[in-house]
């Protein structure tokens, strides 16, 4: 009795945690939070009868938000984003693949203004190997960390005209295939620190890539496919993980504060 008594607990507290790990919008209709009404129809059941109320509410929300913004504010364009589909659906929840897409166009129209207007279109400025990244465990304990990859980096990023052609040529050739038996596909690594970052993909034998990928920005590469183990050193953090590269694939390293 005394284990049936303790097994019953077990799992109700598991039930218990469970529930807990679940947003809460008991409230909702009181909610005058864009992000959060947004949440919620992402969140809840298509017939969730609240949805016929919070579509219009936030939907006008959001139309109020972007005629007050003042001039060049970035959440603007997210608003507008998100109002287009509301219009077309019930939540602005999006597939995987509707994301993947979404991404691979934004890099296809980068890359073909790469290769229209030349290396013009990267700024790069050469960072110093003397740069430190200023890691902060607390906030009287400042133990700074040196730069050591920074004149690597440089050398990775400083492209002849002709290397820097070619390179953008094939990445928009393999943003096109479509071709399940190619076999090659992209990476695209986003890079959303403070300090700029060497990604470096190392595969079976003598097979190495290294992808230079500046602060806040990001950069892609062409690979053979197969097994990969990614690291970077991340503004001094250590990061490592094994990939199995069939498909095109976004990493995103870091993030900004």
């Not at 807990?20 to 909610?31: C, E, R």
Request: glycine share 4%.
């Amino acid at each position: 009795m005394k284990k049936l008594f303790l097994l019953l607990a077990t799992v109700l507290c598991t039930v218990i945690s469970a529930q807990k790990k679940n947003k809460d919008y008991a409230d909702i209709l009181k909610s005058k939070n864009i992000y959060e009404i947004n949440a919620f129809l992402r969140d809840a059941h298509p017939d969730d009868p609240r949805r016929s109320i919070m579509k219009p509410k936030v939907m006008d929300m959001m139309r109020e938000y972007i005629q007050y913004a003042k001039p060049g504010d970035p959440k603007v364009r997210q608003m507008q984003d998100w109002l287009a589909l509301l219009k077309r659906r019930s939540s602005t929840k999006i597939t995987f693949e509707e994301m993947n897409e979404n991404i691979k166009k934004k890099q296809i129209a980068k890359y073909q203004k790469q290769l229209q207007v030349g290396q013009a279109a990267i700024v790069y400025k050469p960072s110093s190997p003397q740069n430190v990244y200023a890691v902060t465990p607390t906030a009287t304990n400042v133990t700074p960390i040196p730069d050591t990859e920074a004149s690597e980096f440089n050398s990775l990023m400083s492209e002849n005209p002709s290397e820097h052609k070619n390179k953008t040529v094939k990445i928009l050739n393999s943003l096109f295939d479509n071709d399940p038996n190619s076999k090659e596909c992209i990476i695209m690594i986003e890079n959303k620190s403070d300090c700029n970052i060497i990604v470096r993909i190392e595969g079976i034998g003598n097979t190495k890539y290294r992808l230079p990928v500046p602060a806040h920005g990001d950069n892609s590469i062409v690979v053979a496919k197969g097994d990969y183990l990614m690291t970077s050193l991340v503004c001094g953090a250590q990061f490592a993980s094994q990939k199995s590269i069939q498909k095109p694939l976004m990493v995103a390293l870091g993030s900004s504060k």
